[in-house]
């Protein structure tokens, strides 16, 4: 078993959500409001999610999403993917951890980072071009549709490694 499988499975079983949610992703949005509605539309996907909050110990939101205020950093490349706004720290932990990063557009990493086309098997990022949910929510959905794909997703890790 991969230290990636390894690290997935622990983080579903500490924070209590089922394994059949794949894939895992990690939700770093530092504005209350904007994380709180995207909550709302997260809980009909079937993907697992971790968001990191301020509240005080692990909560569980819905079958398939948790709430904490931080997460190991030994564990994170059990996670798939990390939404994010660019108030993220260490995303270069991520991208060598093989963390598919999902971001605003502009931000601070434009130069690393390019939208995933998996026609051309060329980029390491998907971006959302507006701060709301919607956006937002559109941008994990693609992810998770490249997802199904196990060649078009092999390629994204290897391109957000070599990144």
Request: neutral net charge; glycine residues 4%.
């Amino acid at each position: 078993m991969t230290e990636k499988k390894r690290n997935n499975i622990n983080i579903k079983n500490k924070f209590g959500l089922l394994q059949k949610y794949k894939p895992l992703g990690l939700i770093c949005i530092t504005n209350k409001e904007l994380r709180d509605s995207l909550i709302d539309g997260l809980k009909f996907l079937n993907a697992g999610f971790v968001v990191i909050s301020d509240c005080s110990k692990n909560e569980l939101i819905s079958n398939n999403i948790v709430m904490t205020d931080k997460v190991d950093e030994s564990i994170i490349s059990g996670f798939d993917f990390v939404v994010s706004d660019d108030n993220i720290e260490k995303v270069s932990d991520f991208l060598g951890a093989g963390v598919a990063p999902i971001i605003i557009r502009e931000n601070h990493l434009s130069n690393v980072l390019k939208e995933f086309n998996p026609m051309k098997n060329e980029g390491n990022a998907y971006f959302y071009d507006d701060s709301n949910h919607w956006s937002i929510c559109y941008s994990v959905v693609r992810y998770m549709e490249n997802y199904k794909f196990p060649f078009d997703n092999k390629n994204l890790v290897k391109n957000i490694v070599s990144a």
